[in-house]
């Protein structure tokens, strides 16, 4: 990494779009070097949320959000979505080089070669996307992301548009990609959440809320079978729940 993954405070967070408030008051630390997961229904505001840290969110929301060692948050930010958003004209490692090329830098296609070596795509670079499938598209955005080798990632359900198993194949490339930088993951799975999450919070309510840190026992890449994940998982799909009805 460049530098080190600092912490990521939002402090009193707020965001409104055509006269509703998603959420407002909202206090948020991500904690440096670590995994912070969030869960919630659809449309409460975990992607406004993840974007209000991009900086991507128009006009003027309320708050602030401040890296913890003082220095910007802008520039030092990846971000993952859950399409792959590969370029169709463009083959894997063109894809992969893509942020280089579009800021002028010198493309660094040995650096690509091998991210995509290391992510089992090796006989893939010079595959475009249509060729692909899901779980290799992916893997291909996944080695994108790592080109940009910085300290803060932001990932959008990354997994959800892929089979159960290549979802698991994925979670464990990311977990181990990805360790110590300053990760925040929205998902609507709260086993994906407690597998990869040293922090999950629950986010429900209009406007929004976050519920208390959960911290699930053990470290990060954890078994699926675990018996205190799976009983987390239940406690977790109860709260979601009590807040749809």
């Known amino acids: 990494m460049r530098d080190s993954a600092p912490d990521i405070r939002l402090e009193r967070a707020g965001?409104?779009?055509d006269g509703q408030t998603l959420f407002r008051g909202l206090d948020l630390v991500l904690e440096g070097g670590r995994w912070t997961c969030?869960?919630?229904?659809?449309?409460?505001?975990?992607?406004?949320?993840?974007?209000l840290v991009a900086d991507l969110v128009p006009g003027a929301p309320d708050g602030r959000v401040t890296a913890g060692d003082g220095g910007p948050v802008a520039g030092r930010v990846a971000f993952m979505a859950q399409q792959d958003?590969?370029?169709p004209w463009l083959d894997a490692r063109g894809n992969v080089l893509l942020g280089q090329r579009l800021r002028g830098e010198k493309p660094d296609t040995a650096r690509a070669e091998t991210l995509?070596?290391?992510?089992?795509l090796a006989q893939a670079t010079q595959l475009r996307p249509a060729a692909m499938s899901g779980g290799m598209r992916q893997r291909v955005a996944?080695?994108?992301?790592l080109m940009e080798d910085r300290p803060i990632v932001l990932m959008d359900e990354p997994f959800a548009a892929v089979d159960a198993v290549t979802r698991l194949r994925l979670q464990a490339l990311a977990a181990e990609r990805l360790a110590g930088r300053t990760v925040l993951l929205v998902t609507h799975d709260p086993l994906e959440a407690l597998r990869l999450g040293h922090v999950v919070h629950v986010m429900t309510g209009r406007p929004a809320r976050l519920s208390d840190p959960i911290r699930p026992p053990g470290t990060p890449l954890r078994p699926v079978d675990d018996p205190a994940l799976l009983a987390l998982q239940g406690e977790l799909l109860r709260r979601l729940a009590e807040d749809a009805e």
Do not use: C, E, Q, Y
């Open 15 to 17: 965001v409104a779009f």
């Open 38 to 51: 969030l869960l919630g229904p659809s449309g409460v505001g975990k992607s406004t949320l993840l974007r």
């Open 85 to 87: 958003l590969l370029l």
């Open 116 to 120: 995509l070596a290391d992510l089992g």
């Open 142 to 145: 996944l080695a994108r992301t």
